[in-house]
């Protein structure tokens, strides 16, 4: 058990465990942040994927060593009241179903438009290839990733 | 008009306000406990403050019964829909009907919900009149408030605790149609927010004051009983603190999930299975047994006329057989429970479609009664019937138990997701259609051969209703045809099967729409002209317990044909293709596919589906209902579960290749709301995805 510093959601953590635990169990068991979800622990579905320094990145395949030093962002830190475009997309075009791989998406649809603002259809097949939604939301998933367009600094 | 009084009771006490519990006198379905018509399942509570308390006695799994119920009670009450608290309930002798499947959480509430509402609307407006010392008449209500002559004006909170005093109306009028102003709206879903900031609570989110993980290793082959272990290995993984035994293998109970998981991978090794009977079942196998049960005896599901002298009067017949692989149900959440067991108590958190069994089930595992286990239920993520199953939060159960208590949670990964899941079987199909001398069909036959789910969900009792629970989907056969045998031939497989959103409607339907294009080709007919011809001038039908309007298939049919732009020139190589049918007598669907196949590769291109479930409550919801029906029934055209040496072969995503983003196709949804009590919309929608891609794909390669 070593300790570790973390920066999530813009607040530096300090979480003793193994340096080997995945990044999402830190966040769900350590740090009670259970809005990234399990699905796979494979890196297959996307449920867990958080920001890595911007990036879209699957918690369940980092390490707890591996993600020290970068900036975190979880979908609780993407904004608390669901003010962020791509949260107010998904609500305006009721997006949900069961909800569950919803988080991991949306993070998925915010980092796609941070770096591609207007995203053509085979930028968001190609965001979305490695994404499951059982309930099959992916029509809503694409209007609601059109909507919010343009909409993310 | 007594009978009134029986389903509304208040339940209220001094201070509280207004509170109703209802009777939902709901029809017995196939996914319904028989005891729900006779148990109050339902509460709304006036609070003094003015806001508005519903309880709801289903589980939201994304059908979004949270939402379109609360509205039902809303509209006939007049309420501030922004001013309503939905709760979920818990299961108990409140709430003994619980049990959320089959498409019929809104079918089955309808009535009762309208009328509590309209009832606690009476009764709040009796105590404006009483109070304002005015005739009734002169009163009514709007956005939670009671509006009298004079500008008098009342908010419902203000009048609660007057209303609770009145004796509940024996009679109250329901809203016309033509003035509802929540029903019918397409109101988001009431958990929305929740979701998108991540705050929404499942059952893997549960985190109670101490709580410890656990996961069971298992044996791999269904039925299979573990002899020897040594745990030495598992107790040596840091935050490991114990391995139990339980009934259904062994517990690795550690500070972590992933300490949990991690000890889990050591304890494997080193245990010793009997696997049993079932250690040398494979696919091949049991295809094969299945294929010998297409010729083989059956029972009978429908006979209609002689069928025997019907082929062999018969100018020519045509024959295809048609197979459907087994299928996993592979929610995004896998399945988990969190268990806290005293000695005279116990306490679950579980997303389940069965509170009510779950908490009987717990019981008898522990050995106390139902009332002493509490089960509270988070949302789920996802169900399609995997979690109308019991098995996982019994377990937990007796996980706690044997760890001294918890809480304890239970995780089940993905593999033990994918391996130990209650299948929906493969099924094989023969059919035979015979044609007359002009081209009339003239007699129609439909083998299933597979496992039975229904014993398999009765303990490996044969239910007198197997054959005709089976061929759900092929007996209720719309086309009016003379002579008609629909049968089903069990095959013994050893796996554990369950509900599969769709259930056996899914092959049998595929089968069946997709014969009905082989003999349109045969016949050189249009498809739709086929159908329209075969379903002529039908009004109602009966097929067994069910009774379908036939009238509202055609109208679906010609709905679905006309938007999609049936018979117009489709590119080289893409085609269309349609499906209809009309599920459980109660949802009538039709949709029509756009396909293509380039370089063997299957595409969707567009999907339109018509769908009349009566009144549309919602049709937002209605429509993601549709779309998702869909790509849960496109997804099985790609995936399989297939076994070898008793054990399910694929593990995961990566070996069962769900739709994705990039193939999933434009869905256009028609709902065709009629003034029809609503009927259900979860499973309608599937049976239809795969035949009328098929049929596109027949079109398009011909």
Redesign the interface.
């Known amino acids: 058990m070593t300790s570790f510093k973390l920066t999530i959601n813009g607040r530096a953590r300090t979480v003793i465990a193994d340096g080997e635990t995945p990044l999402l169990w830190i966040l769900r068991d350590s740090l009670g942040l259970t809005g990234t979800k399990y699905g796979c622990g494979h890196g297959v579905c996307g449920a867990c994927t958080v920001h890595l320094d911007g990036e879209p990145t699957r918690s369940c395949q980092v390490t707890l060593r591996a993600a020290e030093g970068h900036a975190i962002t979880t979908i609780e830190g993407l904004s608390a009241d669901g003010s962020h475009p791509v949260q107010r997309a998904w609500l305006e075009e009721d997006v949900a179903q069961c909800g569950y791989c919803q988080p991991g998406m949306i993070m998925t649809a915010a980092a796609l438009l941070h770096q591609k603002p207007l995203p053509t259809e085979e930028d968001l097949q190609e965001a979305f290839a490695d994404h499951v939604c059982r309930c099959g939301t992916y029509g809503r998933i694409r209007k609601a990733v059109k909507r919010a367009a343009g909409g993310v600094r | 008009m007594t009978r009134r009084r029986e389903f509304l009771k208040i339940l209220g006490t001094a201070g509280t306000g207004l509170v109703l519990g209802l009777r939902l006198a709901a029809k017995p379905s196939r996914a319904a406990d028989p005891k729900e018509a006779f148990r109050p399942n339902a509460t709304l509570a006036v609070r003094p403050d003015g806001t508005v308390k519903i309880t709801v006695g289903k589980v939201e799994?994304?059908?979004?019964v949270r939402t379109a119920l609360p509205m039902v009670v809303a509209e006939e009450m007049d309420l501030d829909w922004s001013r309503v608290d939905i709760l979920t309930a818990q299961p108990g002798p409140d709430f003994m009907g619980m049990s959320t499947g089959g498409s019929t959480s809104v079918s089955s509430t309808w009535l009762p919900l309208r009328r509590a509402g309209a009832a606690a609307r009476d009764m709040l407006k009796q105590a404006a009149a009483s109070q304002w010392r005015v005739p009734l008449e002169q009163c009514r209500t709007e956005q939670g408030f009671v509006l009298g002559p004079g500008g008098k004006k009342a908010g419902f909170g203000s009048l609660a605790e007057a209303a609770s005093k009145l004796p509940v109306p024996a009679k109250v009028t329901l809203k016309a149609p033509g003035d509802f102003r929540l029903l019918g709206q397409?109101l988001?879903?009431v958990?929305?927010?929740d979701?998108?900031?991540?705050?929404?609570?499942?059952g893997?989110?549960v985190?109670r004051p101490g709580q410890r993980?656990a996961t069971v290793l298992r044996c791999a082959v269904s039925g299979g009983q573990l002899r020897s272990w040594d745990q030495a290995k598992a107790l040596a993984v840091?935050?490991v603190q114990a391995v139990v035994k339980v009934p259904t293998g062994l517990a690795v109970i550690a500070d972590?999930?992933?300490a949990a998981?991690k000890g889990r991978e050591a304890l494997a090794g080193s245990a010793s299975w009997d696997e049993g009977m079932a250690r040398d079942f494979d696919s091949q196998s049991l295809e094969s047994s299945m294929r010998q049960a297409l010729a083989g005896p059956a029972d009978p599901a429908r006979t209609v006329g002689d069928v025997d002298q019907a082929f062999k009067v018969a100018a020519r017949s045509l024959e295809a057989d048609y197979a459907f692989p087994s299928q996993a149900h592979?929610?995004?959440?896998?399945m988990n429970a969190t268990a806290s067991v005293g000695r005279a108590d116990a306490e679950l958190w579980c997303g389940s479609q069965s509170p009510n069994r779950v908490q009987e089930r717990a019981a008898a595992a522990l050995g106390l009664e139902p009332d002493q286990v509490q089960v509270t239920l988070p949302?789920?993520?996802?169900?399609?019937g995997r979690r109308l199953g019991t098995d996982f939060s019994t377990e937990a159960a007796q996980v706690a138990r044997a760890a001294g208590g918890g809480p304890i949670q239970v995780?089940w990964?993905?593999t033990d997701d994918f391996t130990q899941d209650l299948y929906h079987p493969p099924t094989l199909h023969h059919l035979r259609a015979g044609l007359g001398a002009t081209g009339q069909l003239t007699a129609w036959s439909h083998r299933i051969a597979g496992p039975a789910v229904l014993r398999s969900w009765s303990g490996g009792k044969k239910n007198p209703a197997q054959a005709s629970v089976e061929a759900n989907g092929a007996l209720d056969i719309p086309y009016d045809i003379p002579a008609i045998r629909v049968d089903f031939a069990e095959v013994p497989a050893p796996m554990t099967l369950g509900w599969w959103r769709g259930i056996q409607i899914v092959p049998n339907v595929f089968a069946r729409e997709c014969f009905l294009d082989e003999i349109a080709h045969a016949l050189g007919t249009d498809p739709l002209q086929l159908r329209l011809r075969l379903l002529g001038q039908q009004g109602k039908v009966k097929f067994g317990r069910d009774e379908a309007d036939l009238r509202r298939l055609k109208r679906v049919l010609e709905v679905a044909a006309e938007k999609a732009g049936w018979g117009r020139t489709m590119p080289r190589g893409h085609g269309m293709g349609l499906a209809c049918h009309a599920y459980d007598g109660r949802t009538y669907g039709a949709a029509v596919a756009e396909a293509s196949v380039a370089e063997g590769r299957l595409r969707v291109h567009r999907i339109t589906c018509a769908l009349d479930c009566g009144f549309a409550v919602n049709p937002?919801?209605l429509e993601?209902q549709v779309?998702?029906?869909?790509?849960?029934g496109l997804s099985a055209l790609w995936t399989r579960i297939t076994w070898e040496k008793g054990r399910a072969v694929q593990t995961?995503?990566?070996d069962f290749p769900?739709?994705?983003?990039?193939d999933?196709p434009?869905?256009r949804v028609h709902i065709i709301s009629s003034s029809e009590a609503p009927s259900g919309a979860g499973e309608p929608p599937v049976p239809l995805a795969i035949p009328s891609v098929l049929n596109a794909v027949f079109a398009a390669t011909l």
């Open positions: 799994m994304g059908q979004g397409r988001p879903r958990d929305g927010l979701i998108v900031t991540g705050r929404a609570v499942y893997l989110d985190r993980y840091a935050g972590s999930t992933w998981l592979a929610t995004l959440e896998p949302l789920l993520g996802g169900g399609f995780i990964d993905r937002s919801g993601a779309e998702g029906g869909l790509a849960f995961g995503f990566q769900l739709l994705r983003l990039p999933m434009e869905v």
